[in-house]
């Protein structure tokens, strides 16, 4: 025990300095709890990532938040950010399969939902999903809502379909969900996709009229924002915060164990020096915020997980960096969702310089920042034998379709590939009621708290109130905070 005795020690420890790992950290640092945040990468962040190319630094992972609900806007202003949220300039396009691919694409007609649309007979949904589509899209106001609601699991396409037939599905929802998800909808969780949606559908009679109820739910304005310099620069904010109120940050430092003893939270952490024993961080609570498969490793003997580590699809993302005065114009609006069968192999497009102004602003006239992901469960392509060539050329020829503008190598400023495994879980069928019993059997395990993804679902505007709800849970099962020292007085690096 006597290296132990040497361990740093908080009152509550988080493992995963990702944007959930650091939430629950400043939750628990304004009610006073000393805390001790583990990243096992070089900066805190996780999937808010960022990198520089052409000499801008942009996002490298999310770029952006979901404003259906208010909890991301809250924490940026608490951060006194709030004057640096930004809407995006211009809508997106979804490309349809079918040559040439110019005579394909449509401008995203205004949907509810997910591509599920609040007016199925507007002109926009009509001219899109076609006459035929639009008549088997009207049975939605007519057709009973109670059977469909109480099935269980119920599919995203199970509820669509039923309700508004396979075009909307196929044209508007199936696309979106590729984008925003890495799914098809047949593999996605209603409950999760669209919180609360039961109820709404049997309450407002149809599914149209349910999704314009969540959307006038939602604050008013666009679907989505983003931070003025990218949204990474949220975690440096957090990262400003976590260290005003002290709370130490250990980057670099993976945590290898974790083990209760007694009343205690033991996580073994790698030492710094050569040839010494592992160092451990002793706190009197944890925060697991990490993704599935690292949580589950280090829950092993301390809680039974129920399910299995679900599998989630590689993403990798391929910015490029052109200079291309044509793209001014901004072809495609802020960029271009896929349908399945369209002739290219990204899933989806952003013209990131023609979405945010102040990426516009940064790069200048001509100069251009195109922003292409790949990987979606079952695409059936082996990517890991791609090399840098390969990446670069199909993200050229991509690009060059999708914005229906000539892109060759000598327009290329700079590019690079970031990729991401497990980041973007998917909120497979069944994986609510799967997430509850999760959270149910660690429930009975004092001081232990569970947040991050793969248990609150994709996206900001999920991670961060779980992350919140749980650390709050947290803090009145403890109590009053016990004033332990941290231990040591610096952070170890940031953002
Ligand atoms: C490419 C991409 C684009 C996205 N775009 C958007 C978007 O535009 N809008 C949006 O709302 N959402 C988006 N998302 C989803 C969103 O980014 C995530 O849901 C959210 O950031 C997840 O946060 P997290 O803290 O749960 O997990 P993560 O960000 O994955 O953080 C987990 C952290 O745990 C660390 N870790 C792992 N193992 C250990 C260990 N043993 N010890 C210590 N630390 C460890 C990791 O290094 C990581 O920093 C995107 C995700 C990806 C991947």
């Known amino acids: 025990m006597a290296d132990r005795d040497k361990a740093k020690r908080a009152d509550v420890v988080v493992i995963g300095g990702g944007i959930a790992g650091l939430v629950s950290a400043l939750e628990l640092a304004d009610r006073g709890f000393s805390v001790i945040v583990i990243e096992a990468a070089e900066t805190v962040g996780g999937a808010l990532a960022q990198h520089t190319v052409g000499g801008l630094t942009l996002d490298a992972g999310a770029e952006s938040f979901a404003t259906r609900n208010t909890a991301t806007r809250t924490l940026i202003e608490e ?24 005579e394909h694409a ?197 809680l039974e997980v129920p399910g299995e580590d679900a599998v989630t699809p590689e993403i990798h993302l391929v910015t490029l960096v052109v200079d291309k005065p044509e793209l001014d114009t901004a072809p495609r609006g802020s960029g271009v969702i896929v349908a399945e069968g369209a002739p290219v192999q990204a899933k989806a497009l952003t013209h990131a310089s023609a979405k945010w102004e102040w990426l516009r602003e940064e790069a200048g006239p001509g100069t251009h920042v195109i922003r292409l992901s790949y990987g979606k469960q079952g695409d059936g392509a082996d990517y890991a034998s ?36 497990g980041a973007q879980p998917s909120a497979r069928l069944g994986h609510a009621a799967r997430a509850a019993a999760i959270r149910e059997a660690a429930h009975g395990v004092p001081g232990l708290a569970l947040t991050g993804a793969w248990l609150a679902g994709t996206g900001l505007a999920r991670v961060i109130p779980d992350a919140r709800a749980r650390a709050e849970a947290l803090a009145e099962s403890l109590g009053a905070p016990l004033g332990e020292d941290p231990g040591i007085g610096d952070t170890l690096g940031g953002p």
Do not use: C, F
């Not at 951060?79 to 110019?102: C, F, N, V």
């Open 79 to 102: 951060l006194g950010l709030a004057d640096a949220i930004e809407t995006p300039e211009r809508t997106a396009w979804i490309q349809y399969p079918g040559e040439p691919a110019s």
């Open 386 to 421: 791609w090399d840098a060539q390969t990446w670069r050329d199909t993200a050229l020829a991509d690009a060059s379709v999708l914005l229906d503008t000539e892109l060759t190598g000598q327009d290329v400023l700079d590019w690079d590939r970031v990729s991401w495994q």
């Open 106 to 302: 449509r401008e995203l007609p205004v949907t509810g939902m997910l591509g599920i649309p609040a007016d199925p007979e507007s002109k926009s949904v009509t001219e899109t999903i076609g006459t035929a589509g639009a008549l088997l899209a009207l049975k939605d106001h007519v057709a009973p809502t109670k059977k469909i609601a109480a099935q269980r699991p119920l599919s995203l396409a199970q509820l669509v379909e039923a309700r508004m037939g396979k075009a909307v599905l196929d044209k508007l929802v199936r696309p979106i969900v590729a984008g925003v998800y890495s799914a098809e909808p047949e593999d996605l969780d209603a409950d999760l996709a669209l919180p609360g949606i039961r109820k709404r559908l049997v309450d407002a009679g149809s599914l149209a009229k349910a999704v314009a109820s969540m959307r006038q739910a939602a604050p008013a304005g666009s679907a989505v924002g983003s931070l003025k310099g990218g949204m990474h620069t949220l975690v440096k904010a957090v990262d400003a915060a976590l260290r005003e109120r002290g709370v130490t940050i250990l980057t670099d430092t993976a945590a290898h164990t974790l083990e209760r003893e007694g009343e205690e939270w033991v996580v073994t952490i790698p030492s710094r020096g050569k040839g010494a024993a592992d160092a451990h961080v002793v706190g009197n609570a944890v925060v697991l915020a990490l993704p599935e498969a690292e949580a589950r490793a280090l829950l092993n003997g301390i």
